[in-house]
């Protein structure tokens, strides 16, 4: 089992819609997690961290479900500015961070 | 500005000749690694380094060298570049983890073609 899956996508959704995004990952030990997005062609960058149960960020919520190895992230009120690849990111407590290979949402007009 | 820099942003470069890429960083950061990406594979890590002169493999590792010298600087060299290494190299760097934050932040890349 890979160490993190997330859904390639695309996810196509209108401007102003609610979309959810979610990852599994396969070592129970991981404490942390983070959302990454990164646009085309450019490099990552951090959305948000994840240290407990969930996080808030605006139109941004994370949710981490431990008993079933999921952490989802949605996206409130989409703009076309959301377009992006978000990659999800377990920290286990290893010197390194494994990411997975992202899930590409497409924010339409 | 996360102050990761890397150089060259592209590279054009032949089979069998070496290639050294540079990551620059100016916040301290303890930890930097070197990561490709490939269409399909997402960010694989390359090579990593946890100090000064210290350094450890990643997943795909084979044909790269790594040095790093002094805290800001992280090099990695492509000893004799094959095709299978043309690829988007990125750059991150990061605090040490028992500062509870293992986050990492990103260099521009690095767009390498050999050919």
């Known amino acids: 089992r890979k160490e993190v899956e997330q859904d390639p996508g695309p996810f196509n959704v209108p401007e102003g819609a609610t979309v959810a995004f979610n990852c599994t990952y396969s070592?129970?030990?991981?404490?942390?997690f983070f959302w990454y997005r990164q646009d085309c062609r450019k490099e990552p960058k951090l959305l948000m961290s994840v240290y407990s149960s969930g996080n808030e960020d605006g139109r941004f919520t994370a949710q981490l479900n431990r008993a079933s190895q999921y952490i989802s992230l949605l996206i409130r009120d989409s703009k076309l500015s959301d377009s992006a690849t978000y990659l999800c990111?377990?920290?286990?407590?290893?010197?390194?961070?494994?990411f997975g290979s992202g899930t590409r949402l497409q924010v339409q007009p | 500005d996360a102050g990761i820099t890397q150089s060259p942003r592209h590279k054009v470069t032949e089979t069998g000749t070496p290639v050294t890429l540079r990551c620059h960083q100016t916040e301290n950061h303890r930890y930097m690694y070197w990561y490709r990406q490939d269409p399909g594979h997402g960010l694989r890590l390359i090579h990593y380094s946890y100090g000064v002169k210290d350094t450890d493999k990643g997943e795909v590792s084979d044909g790269y060298s790594v040095s790093r010298s002094k805290t800001e600087d992280f090099l990695l060299t492509l000893e004799s570049a094959t095709s299978s290494q043309t690829s988007v190299y990125f750059c991150?760097?990061?605090?040490?983890?028992?500062?509870?934050?293992?986050?990492?932040?990103f260099g521009a890349g690095t767009r390498l073609s050999v050919l």
């Open positions: 990111v377990p920290d286990t407590g290893r010197r390194a961070l494994t």
């Open positions: 070592n129970s030990a991981s404490q942390s």
């Open positions: 991150a760097a990061g605090g040490d983890r028992f500062e509870a934050k293992n986050i990492q932040y």
